[in-house]
């Protein structure tokens, strides 16, 4: 939970989250994938361009994006962070001399591209540099310097578009969830690497956002809200899930399922901290491992609103996706199909939709409604429901459709509902409940 503190302290930098134009988007080729030699944060760091001391008054970015990488930003210490104690237990445990030199650690925790696209001042020190997530700069670097042409040119030659929200959670996930390339298994897990957990735009805010959504920002890559971004992330999560889920390179270790796609604190929770309680989503009795469903839930919840009859169609077939995977590793793969055949365009659809005006709120009541029906009886529903509340109210907030005393209320609910999940392992379904209801009799007053 980390991430939610961070993102009070982080979120007033970002006025709205950002833009989707280009429908194009989930085509992109990540930038560990494309072409083009990588430079090295160095390159974009001179003090005219991206390493500023001070946000520059008169220019439409900030110019400090490389102060903040380099101070604030976790993913400037990703390579380091294999040399600490915590990595070099997680690289001895697997068997691994040098997590500094592996690739099964480098392809997350560096810009791992291969050696004949790194140039004379690429630093795989570096860690996770502007080129791992903007793309190998050598291509696009000189139309960006020249000032002649806009941000289209340089996606035209080569930028990766991390303002559109797809190609944003592709990317994202990438490293945070891990894709057919890279991959955190329970055998990573249990050698001790933490948990992963992403909220698209809870995430972007904490990072923390080196830029800034002005009006000189949306008339170069347009504008969309956070409660948007947030539903693209689920819906790009749900799929990166059900693939993974679907891919027979990843779904097995030996004759059990790959225990990474379960509900870690189904098996790792304190048995004095007794929580079970029965989930009519998920119709699994008590002792039986959970598929985590935490995207899956917020995914159904956001069709339900702008597609009733698919939000049914996605509740059944994710109990019986649940009841499937009590059944063994084939009545679990033709559930997962099943589900994903059905979810197909659904990115699309996610992203031709505004989730503006009173939908937001909408949005916000289901939530609120479905955690008290018990949704969120396990820890990760209510991490991401967390995440969800926190985004809605913060775009609502910004929408101006949110202010005064109920604001005052709802954020007394929210902290509420932080407190509750600051610690997965202590979790307390009840609490968190109680949370909930004091933000919903808030929003309900507005
Ligand atoms: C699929 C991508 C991926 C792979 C592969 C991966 N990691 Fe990670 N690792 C992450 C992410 C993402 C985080 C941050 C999790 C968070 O805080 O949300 C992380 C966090 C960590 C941390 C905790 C860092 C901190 O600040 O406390 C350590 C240590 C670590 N990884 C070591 C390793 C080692 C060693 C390997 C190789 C055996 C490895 N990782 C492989 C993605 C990956
Ligand atoms: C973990 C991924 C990530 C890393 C690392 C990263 N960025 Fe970004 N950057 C983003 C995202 C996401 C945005 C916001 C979306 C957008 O406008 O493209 C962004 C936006 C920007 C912008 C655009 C601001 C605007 O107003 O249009 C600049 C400039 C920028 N980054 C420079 C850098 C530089 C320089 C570095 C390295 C010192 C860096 N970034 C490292 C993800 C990253
Ligand atoms: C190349 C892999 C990679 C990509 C791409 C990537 N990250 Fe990360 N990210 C990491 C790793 C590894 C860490 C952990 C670093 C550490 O703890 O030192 C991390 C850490 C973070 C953290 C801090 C987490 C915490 O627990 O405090 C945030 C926030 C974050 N990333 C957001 C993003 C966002 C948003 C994007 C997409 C715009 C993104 N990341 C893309 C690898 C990546
Ligand atoms: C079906 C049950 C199950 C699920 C689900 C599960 N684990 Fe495990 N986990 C185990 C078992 C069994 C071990 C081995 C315990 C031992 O060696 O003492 C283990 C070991 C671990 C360890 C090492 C503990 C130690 O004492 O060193 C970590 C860390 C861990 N798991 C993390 C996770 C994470 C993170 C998830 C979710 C992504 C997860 N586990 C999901 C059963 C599970």
Redesign the pocket.
């Known amino acids: 939970m980390a991430n939610l503190a961070r993102r009070l302290i982080w979120g007033a930098f970002v006025v709205v989250s950002?833009a989707l134009f280009h429908s194009n988007a989930g085509a992109q080729v990540l930038p560990s994938q494309g072409e083009g030699a990588h430079l090295g944060?160095q390159t974009?760091?001179g003090s005219t361009c991206?390493g500023a001391v001070q946000p520059w008054p008169n220019s439409?970015?900030?110019q400090n994006?490389?102060v903040t990488?380099a101070n604030h930003?976790k993913?400037s210490k990703a390579y380091a962070v294999l040399a600490s104690e915590r990595g070099k237990r997680i690289a001895d445990n697997l068997g691994v001399a040098d997590p500094q030199k592996a690739g099964l650690c480098l392809d997350c925790h560096a810009d791992n591209v291969p050696e004949q696209r790194r140039s004379k001042n690429f630093k795989i020190s570096e860690g996770?540099?502007?080129e791992?997530?903007?793309g190998g700069a050598e291509r696009w670097l000189g139309v960006h310097v020249s000032g002649i042409g806009g941000?289209k040119d340089n996606l035209a030659a080569g930028m990766y578009?991390?303002?559109q929200p797809v190609a944003?959670a592709k990317?994202?996930l990438s490293c945070h969830y891990g894709n057919s390339d890279k991959f955190v298994t329970h055998r990573i897990m249990g050698a001790g690497h933490p948990r992963l957990s992403f909220e698209l735009d809870t995430y972007?805010a904490s990072?923390p956002?080196?830029?800034?959504v002005d009006a000189d920002?949306i008339q170069?890559?347009g504008r969309t809200n956070g409660v948007k971004t947030w539903a693209i992330g689920q819906a790009v999560a749900v799929q990166e899930t059900l693939t993974a889920l679907t891919d027979k390179e990843r779904n097995k270790d030996g004759i059990f399922p790959e225990l990474v796609f379960f509900d870690c604190h189904a098996c790792h929770h304190p048995m004095s901290n007794l929580r079970w309680q029965p989930r009519e989503t998920v119709g699994l009795g008590p002792g039986v491992p959970r598929l985590n469903d935490g995207n899956l839930i917020m995914l159904r919840l956001v069709a339900g609103v702008i597609d009733p009859a698919l939000g049914e169609r996605i509740e059944s077939q994710t109990l019986q996706l649940h009841q499937a995977s009590a059944d063994g590793h084939a009545a679990t793969l033709a559930a997962a199909n099943t589900l994903k055949e059905t979810l197909q365009g659904m990115i699309s659809k996610v992203s031709s939709h505004d989730f503006m005006g009173d939908e937001m709120a909408k949005i916000l009541d289901v939530l609120i409604t479905n955690g008290l029906q018990g949704d969120y009886a396990d820890y990760i529903g209510a991490e991401q429901a967390t995440y969800a509340i926190a985004t809605i109210v913060a775009a609502m907030q910004s929408a101006n459709k949110l202010d005064g005393e109920a604001l005052k209320a709802v954020n007394d609910g929210l902290e509420a509902a932080y407190k509750a999940v600051a610690n997965d392992e202590s979790y307390r379904p009840q609490e968190y409940m109680d949370a909930l209801r004091v933000v919903q009799v808030a929003v309900r007053s507005r």
């Open positions: 950002v944060a974009c760091a991206h439409s970015v900030l994006e490389a990488w930003d993913h996770v540099t502007c791992a997530c903007h941000h578009p991390t303002e944003r990317l994202c972007t990072q956002a080196h830029f800034r920002y170069r890559k």
